[in-house]
């Protein structure tokens, strides 16, 4: 990521509370291109949270940002089959 991205996930981030991680192409720093995969796990409406983190990354910078949000109390077999797959960092 670079500066502009990381100021605008920090403003996007404000306020969560919850854990929230990085994952996809991003994580390997060599690799430039695709979204800004963010993985949130709140017990907040998925829908919502998500809205209202990409409109808050979106409106300080330009760039795509793809924002997961699951309960991990209460995931399905799926969803948790999906998360093991992924490769996360912690951010928050």
Not at 69 to 80: I, Q
């Amino acid at each position: 990521m670079d500066e502009v991205e990381t100021l605008a996930l920090t403003k996007a981030l404000d306020g969560i509370e919850e854990e929230v991680y990085i994952t996809g192409s991003r994580l390997n720093p060599k690799k430039r291109g695709g979204d800004l995969d963010i993985l949130i796990f709140s017990s907040k409406n998925s829908l919502k949270l998500s809205l209202e983190v990409s409109r808050r990354f979106f409106m300080e910078c330009e760039e795509k940002i793809d924002v997961l949000v699951f309960n991990k109390d209460n995931l399905s077999r799926s969803e948790a089959a999906f998360i093991n797959t992924l490769n996360l960092i912690r951010i928050k």
